[in-house]
């Protein structure tokens, strides 16, 4: 696979991840019976957290290999590693409500 390609990879599983558990995050305040939402989002949670974790070691093997794309590989890392914080903070948030 070329370094180009696992890149736009990475951008779309950040996008979608973000997406998808803002989606989630938000239907958990919309519905009055929150207990299904609350289930999917968790398993989503961890499901997200390994297809991130993967794709983030790809982007870094990735990096290392080469050279030519590193620049570009590391902001689609750091774009990936910014969903990290974001649901460690929906997860406190409905934790807490």
Do not use: C, E, W
């Not at 973000?18 to 239907?27: I, S």
């Not at 290999?65 to 990290?84: E, G, K, P, V, Y």
């Amino acid at each position: 696979m070329k370094a180009s390609s696992i890149n736009k990879f990475g951008k779309l599983i950040a996008i979608l991840s973000f997406g998808f558990g803002t989606f989630l995050f938000l239907l958990y305040f919309l519905f009055n019976s929150p207990i299904l939402i609350g289930i999917l989002a968790f398993v989503y949670f961890l499901i997200s957290t390994f297809l991130n974790l993967g794709t983030l070691a790809v982007l870094l093997l990735n990096a290392i290999a080469n050279s030519d794309h590193r620049s570009n590989t590391f902001l689609t890392t750091l774009l990936l590693l910014i969903n990290i914080p974001i649901q460690i903070i929906y997860f406190f948030i409905i934790y807490n409500y």
